[in-house]
């Protein structure tokens, strides 16, 4: 790979032969995902507060379990997609750099991983069973039937793994502010919509 740029030199690097920007799908993708997140953590805590009425909690319960699995369904088909079409070039140069940004995207897709599966076995597992409605559309089966011993322990790991998603969601964030205020690169410009060939810097 030949690169012709490094932070701090207004571009992020550019490689022979890989493509300027993300493909749109998975451009597509990363913000929906990162939508239906944030409207996870918003329903979580209305979803939990006891002082509501049952009704309301049960509907909030099942709109989050299944805004939950489309976004399993959008990580397998991003992760699919990330077989067969080549991502740009590594945005930063530095080693140590890029091994950090791998961490912590691997880290995400860990998150966005666990978050779905820990959560459906929760709900199989719960000691009162509840049916899984998706949008009420069908009952998705559940995979494991109740048990207390795994119902406490998804619900812990249910937890964590939504507090890391926090924790890397934050340090992801902070990354992307210091190529954009202290590399000034058009890093935010290449997981965006654009035809052809994306501007080989925000200053130009
Ligand atoms: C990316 C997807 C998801 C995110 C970001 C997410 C996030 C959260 C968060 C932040 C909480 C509150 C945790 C706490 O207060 O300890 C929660 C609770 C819960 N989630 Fe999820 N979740 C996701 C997917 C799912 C799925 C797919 C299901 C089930 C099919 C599910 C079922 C539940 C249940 C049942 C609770 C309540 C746990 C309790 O009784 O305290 N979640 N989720
Ligand atoms: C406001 C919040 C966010 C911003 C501004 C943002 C921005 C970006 C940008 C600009 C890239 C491209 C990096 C590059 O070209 O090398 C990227 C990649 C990535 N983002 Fe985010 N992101 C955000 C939230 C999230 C969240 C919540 C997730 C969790 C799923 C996530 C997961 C990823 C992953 C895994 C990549 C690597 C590309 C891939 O493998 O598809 N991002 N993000």
Redesign the pocket.
Known sequence: MSARAVPGEGAVPQAKGRPRRWHPALVALHWL?LI??AA??L???P??DETRNLVERFEL?QL??????T??GF?VARLLLRLVIKPPAPANEGRLLRLASDAVHSGLYL??IA??????L???A?PIQIP?LYFGLFQ?PHPIGPDKATYELM?RL??W???T??ALGAVHFGAVLVHIALWHDNLLRRMWFGRGKAQPSLRA
Do not use: E
Request: hydrophobic letters at 55%.
């Open positions: 995902t239906l997140i996870q953590f329903i979580a805590s979803m939990q319960y989050h379990k299944s805004i939950g699995l976004v399993a990580v998150c966005v978050l779905p599966v820990t959560g459906l929760m709900a199989a719960s899984t998705v619900l249910h937890d793994a939504g507090n998603l926090l």
